[in-house]
């Protein structure tokens, strides 16, 4: 018995149309032991068995790459997946995950021997909404392109607002109702309450009764005029740049403190102008996450992450105090159909 060792090579791409393309190269024929035959030991292994060998693994080649479109299309699922992922989901009451994908792409195709992979890349612009269901009109699939990388990172931007009315119980709840010995005296704060100011400042109203040496006292409001910022390090909003001024019609006020009690109490009340936030942030994770891990189609599902919440920047608003954050974390497509 003879014997020959032939092979064949494919590389495969990925097409326009969500297909699998191949281009296949026969190699040359290796034969292990001559073909001699009649009496005389004629070898007729390179004038006769080479080329009929060899054009056979050339029209193999062939029928592999005109089938293996036919075979490996991935179109279908695309076309699932893509449409799923622009139907709104809800993340919480009257609040909508909203994905709009902008463009997919298939990264090279990495393997060896009969087990190949890829990674689908989509790209979108993610962003949660509060209020009624949104409209999202529909995309068509574009058509497929290739990604030099897999990057599975998700950024998904939603506003926290958080009521007025909620930041004043809660700064009273922190601050209120209880006094102060403060350098010339005592304060007793009562209540505080936040609200818009001018030129997208923000005010706290304070109502106070300070308690000094002799007759000075001042039993009133007083307010601190500023800008709301983001600490990362406490994961608190302060109010910063803080203007300090007193109810009009009290001026009486200036009169009874002297310089030291007036800066102690405008002190006192600048430690009162902040509040966390790392609880009513943090319970966005579990609920973006949900918004990302869910089937889109039968044997297609997403799957995702949230790592960090991210607050970016805080915007005062009609009726609340509006925290723009960012969720971070990666999201991955599983076909599993398609294995």
């Known amino acids: 018995m003879r014997d020959a060792t032939i092979e064949l090579q494919s590389r495969f791409d990925w097409g326009e149309d ?24 004629i070898d007729i292994t390179e004038w006769k068995l080479r080329p009929i060998v060899e054009e056979q693994l050339r029209n193999a080649a062939k029928i592999i790459d005109h089938n293996t479109a036919k075979l490996a299309t991935i179109r279908p699922y695309a076309q ?24 997919v792409a298939l990264a090279p195709i990495r393997g ?62 922190q601050f209120g109702k209880r006094s102060y010995a403060i350098e010339g005296g005592t ?27 002799g007759f000075k006292k001042y039993r009133g409001l007083v307010y601190l005029d500023g800008v709301a910022k983001f600490d990362p390090a406490t994961s608190r909003v302060i109010i910063d740049d803080l203007e300090y001024s007193i109810d009009p019609k009290r001026r009486g006020f200036v009169r009874a403190l002297d310089r030291v009690a007036h800066d102690a109490v405008r002190a006192r009340l600048r430690d009162s102008a902040r509040w966390p936030v790392a609880d009513q942030i943090a319970s966005w994770k579990a609920e973006i996450e ?18 960090s919440i991210e ?21 991955q497509v599983d076909i599993i159909a398609f294995r």
């Open 18 to 41: 969500w297909a699998l393309r191949s281009k296949t190269v026969a190699r040359p024929v290796e034969f292990g032991r001559p073909c001699e035959v009649t009496r005389l030991g």
């Open 80 to 103: 699932q997946v893509w449409s799923s992922l622009q139907a709104p989901v809800s993340i919480g009451p009257k609040t909508w995950l909203v994905i709009d994908p902008v463009d």
């Open 112 to 173: 060896s021997g009969l087990n190949v992979t890829s990674a689908l890349v989509l790209h979108a612009r993610t962003r949660a909404v509060v209020g009624d269901k949104p409209a999202t009109p529909v995309k068509p699939l574009p058509a497929l392109r290739t990604a030099s990388t897999a990057d599975t990172g998700i950024r998904v931007p939603f506003d926290l607002e958080v009521p007025y009315g909620e930041i004043s119980r809660l700064l009273t709840e």
């Open 187 to 213: 304060l007793a704060v009562d209540t505080l309450r936040l609200s818009a100011g001018a030129n997208g400042r923000l005010t706290i109203e304070a109502a106070i009764d300070y308690r000094g040496r």
């Open 290 to 307: 949900r918004g990302v891990t869910r089937p889109l189609a039968p044997g297609v599902s997403l799957r995702g992450r949230v790592d």
């Open 311 to 331: 607050p970016v920047m805080v915007t005062p608003a009609e009726n609340g105090v509006i925290i723009r954050v960012v969720a971070v974390g990666s999201a």
